[in-house]
């Protein structure tokens, strides 16, 4: 073979060898510098915000996501301003007068000075002027002195992602952890009925009921104690019927005409043909008999007449109230004691508890209960001796339903309930406690086991399980699980729970 041939091949496989061993040579993943997280809040707004670590001549973006602890919705408009300062170097700022969406403002800072600085974000807008005091960080010299992000640092397989952008979607919000005072109680069912201020309207006479259906009282009415409610024609002795009374009265009249001539006829008969004087004394007594049954008919006939031309009986609302029942229309014939409307003064109700005698050792004497009805937000609470009086604790159990009954009045002015609501009451009794509690609604039922969720930072949160005890005017005792000035999830702890069931998501935002 040609020596300048085994050269070239020589030369041709060191050259592929070369490309395969660079093609093989992987390349230095380059790592970003790492992310710093911080939420903070102020009196009036939440602050959750993320930056990467802050390097001389690099621009870092924060992503400072704002909410209102009104409500916890985003702040839409304002100014935002990045403060870095101190270790003896001029204060830099940085401004942003827009948000990438409402809530969410991106400024960025271009650090001129390194060392060990303070940094805080304040946001004005019209309603709001406030700082968020993040403390101490570091401006790094250059890139290489930032530490960078690690994927050997350890995961929180526990933690609960719940994005701010979900948050201000739903119904959510947070509050710290405090103690609260707390009294025994327990529970039972009860029923409202009506107090002392309730009347049954009954028909003072057998009659008809002749007022305009127009003006008749409609279920819900208001009425005045003596207004009047309808009129009454009551039923006389014999017929009603004002032909068959002018018919009564013409019969009477005939028979006392009759008479009337037997007499004029038997008193010639007594002194012309000399007849017993018997007879005439009949005839007399057959005549007076008629004319009386004459002017009884007449009398009738008036009394209908006059009636059925007039107001009759007037009925007067026997008590101030509400109309809640009517058992009658206009027409109708009445029976007397017949039941015409039940007026109720719902502006004081009787709450009938029946309490479990299970329960009765724990109840010694009642001191306020609280109830909250179907489609009411607040519990409604009842203070013996404030809003509320003790009408009757029984000492007798019900040998069927086992129960003991407590009969508590109470002002229904400002809540109106209606009669025979059904309710489920909480009965307190007992000495009352400080100690830690938080609202019900931060509660969730996960399988049977009660859970709530502590915010760890903006948008993290962890599950705890909770060992709860006493229940208090809308708060629950907890005896482990939580700690003081923990921050909890009070409202859209359910939306929470979810998300911790759900496939974990990607870690991302709009801006």
């Known amino acids: 073979m040609n020596p300048l041939l085994k050269i070239s091949i020589a030369f041709g496989f060191i050259l592929l060898a070369a490309c395969l061993n660079q093609e093989a040579t992987p390349e230095v993943e380059k790592k970003e510098p790492e992310t ?23 621009e870092s973006s924060f992503a400072a996501h ?41 400024p960025k800072a271009k650090p001129q000075f390194a060392g060990k600085r303070q940094l805080t974000i304040s946001l004005q807008s019209e309603t709001l002027n406030v700082s968020h005091d993040l403390g101490e960080v570091t401006v790094y010299p250059t890139i290489e002195a930032a530490p960078k992000e690690t994927e050997e640092e350890e995961e929180h397989h526990d933690d609960i992602s719940f994005l701010k952008e979900q948050q201000w979607k739903v119904d959510f919000a947070t509050a710290i952890i405090e103690e609260h005072e707390l009294q025994n109680s327990i529970t039972a069912f009860a029923s409202l009925k009506a107090a002392h201020q309730h009347a049954y309207l009954t028909a003072p006479a057998s009659g008809h009921l002749f007022t305009a259906a127009s003006k008749l009282p409609k279920v819900g009415d208001k009425v005045k104690q003596g207004q009047i409610l309808g009129s009454l024609s009551p039923r006389l002795s014999g017929s009603t019927d004002i032909a068959e009374l002018k018919l009564a009265v013409e019969n009477a009249n005939t028979r006392y005409q009759y008479a009337k ?76 004691g017949e039941e015409l409307f039940y007026i109720i003064n719902t502006g004081h109700l009787w709450l009938d508890a029946q309490i479990a005698e299970t329960e009765i050792s724990q109840l010694k004497q009642p001191e306020r209960l609280s109830f909250t009805p179907n489609g009411f937000e607040n519990p409604i609470q009842i203070k013996l001796g ?64 009660n859970v709530a969720f502590v915010q760890e930072d903006g948008e993290t949160f962890e599950r705890r399980v909770l060992r709860l005890g006493l229940r208090d005017n809308g708060y629950i005792q907890v005896l482990s699980g939580l700690d003081k000035d923990e921050r909890l999830v009070t409202t859209g702890a359910y939306l929470v729970h979810l998300a911790s069931s759900s496939p974990s998501a990607e870690h991302g935002h709009a801006h």
């Not at 509320?388 to 002015?413: A, C, M, W």
């Open 386 to 449: 404030d809003n509320g009086k003790l009408i009757s604790y029984g000492q007798l159990i019900n040998p069927v339903s086992r129960t003991l009954p407590l009969v508590v009045e109470f002002d229904n002015h400002q809540t109106k309930l209606p009669l025979g609501l059904q309710v489920k009451v909480r009965i307190y009794s007992g000495k009352k406690i400080n100690h830690l509690a938080i609202p019900e609604t931060a509660i969730v039922d996960d399988n049977g086991v």
């Open 36 to 58: 710093l997280v911080y939420t903070n809040y102020s009196d009036t707004t939440e602050l959750f915000v993320e930056f990467p670590s802050l390097i001389v001549g690099e």
């Open 66 to 106: 704002f909410s209102k602890l009104s409500d916890f919705l985003p702040v839409g408009k304002g100014r935002v301003t990045v403060t870095i300062y101190g270790d003896n170097q001029p204060t830099e700022e940085f401004t942003v007068d827009t948000t990438v969406i409402d809530g969410i403002f991106v």
């Open 261 to 336: 001539n037997e007499q004029q006829r038997l008193n010639k008969l007594v002194k012309e043909a000399g007849i017993a004087k018997s007879r005439l004394t009949t005839a007399k007594t057959a005549t007076k008999l008629a004319k009386a049954q004459l002017n009884t008919a007449r009398k009738q006939l008036r009394q209908v007449s006059k009636q059925s031309s007039s107001s009759g009986i007037q009925l007067y609302a026997p008590i101030s109230g509400t109309i809640a029942e009517v058992h009658v229309a206009s027409g109708n014939y009445l029976e007397e």
